[in-house]
């Protein structure tokens, strides 16, 4: 064997052991939605062997129960029975295989959807980060800083959320134990302390820059003002800025989520959703409602407490995930 062939064995093996491991993340971090949603299901083929009206019923009441959102179940049920008619579906068995395939058409939607980060080739991707307190919103910088900082990245972190108590602290722990750059002042109008550490950034020539922002959506009007002034500021500095707006939403607040969704798609443009704690939730569906309601891609998925638990989003992976014990 030559030594082309021994690389390229070698990569291959490599590749299967990332898929692997990756394939073991989702099972892992989706088995309280598999237990409890795909158990249900189970026990309703069971229940009805033959496909009909109370079935059909009681599996839309199941989707609702797993938080796909009333909207999602509604149009996914209605594609259900138009194909159980066309192809003849009489058995709840077959019928399980189509409600994998039309969970995993509703998600894509006949698009190109891309979980790619949109990073830059010269100077530092920017990307800010927005979302509600708690949710989990400088956690997920930190294993982003740490994804990259893997990948050979040169990485910052700047506190834009300079009002509430702690946060900027927080935020250069995070950034010390990761052993990235970092700018933040506390009490201080976040897009000057934005402007600052965006100057550092580009002195520094940092790859990649997380922008932290403050979750106040109590009062929206003020929060699309100083979006609105973060925006313009980042413009400023560095053209084409930000080169991604992601959305941080805790996946067990379920229904609560969608509404941040919709809230934060109003105020300011959003290019992808970060859902946290899915693997601490049975409510695993609101990765579907979520895309089905503001359709804006989910871009990444946590899966864990684990640096390495924030995973890329990839929905054949999260529908195997969740399907996999009745897949024969």
């Known amino acids: ?17 990332q898929e692997k491991e990756l394939e073991e993340v989702y099972d892992k971090g989706l088995k309280k939605t598999r237990e409890e949603f795909v158990s249900k299901l189970s026990l309703l083929g069971i229940k009805y062997t033959k496909v009909n009206e109370e079935y059909f019923e009681e599996l839309e009441d199941l989707l609702i129960s797993a938080d796909i959102g009333v909207n999602t179940v509604f149009k996914f049920m209605e594609r259900l029975r138009k194909r159980v008619k066309e192809e003849h579906i009489e058995n709840t068995e077959t019928l ?23 990073e830059q080739e010269n100077g530092p991707t920017v990307i800010l980060m927005v979302g509600v307190n708690g949710v989990g919103k400088t956690t997920t910088i930190a294993k982003l800083a740490y994804k ?13 959320d300079t009002f509430r108590a702690g946060a900027v602290e927080q935020l250069k722990i995070w ?45 929206k009007v003020n929060l699309m003002k ?6 313009k500021v980042i413009e400023r500095i560095i053209p084409g800025a930000p080169h991604e707006t992601l959305l941080v939403i805790d996946a067990a ?58 995973q890329t989003f990839d929905i ?13």
């Not at 399980?96 to 949109?118: G, M, P, Q």
């Not at 229904?255 to 798609?265: H, L, P, R, T, V």
Request: proline share 1%; hydrophobic share 40%; aromatic share 8%.
């Open 253 to 310: 607040t379920g229904q609560n989520g969608i509404m941040q969704a919709e809230s934060f798609k109003e105020i300011t443009n959003i290019t992808g959703i970060v859902l946290t704690k899915l693997d601490g939730t049975a409510k695993g569906g609101i990765v579907l409602a979520i895309k089905e309601s503001v359709d804006i891609p989910v871009k990444f998925i946590g899966l864990g407490e684990k640096m390495t638990d924030l």
């Open 148 to 160: 990259y900082k893997n990948l050979g990245k040169k990485v910052m972190m700047i506190a834009g």
């Open 226 to 231: 100083e979006l609105e002034k973060i925006n």
């Open 96 to 118: 399980t295989e189509v409600i994998v395939d039309e969970l995993f058409i509703i998600y894509v939607n006949n698009e190109s959807l891309t979980t790619k980060v949109n």
């Open 175 to 219: 950034a010390d134990k990761t052993e990235s750059l970092f700018y933040g002042r506390d009490n201080t109008d976040p897009a000057g302390v934005i402007y600052d550490g965006l100057e550092i950034a580009k002195k520094e020539n940092a790859d990649m820059v997380f922008i932290d922002t403050a979750g106040r959506l109590q009062n």
């Open 316 to 328: 054949e992976e999260y529908i195997y995930g969740l399907f996999k014990d009745m897949i024969k």
């Open 1 to 17: 064997m030559g030594i082309f062939d021994k690389l390229k064995n070698l990569v291959n093996k490599k590749a299967i052991a």
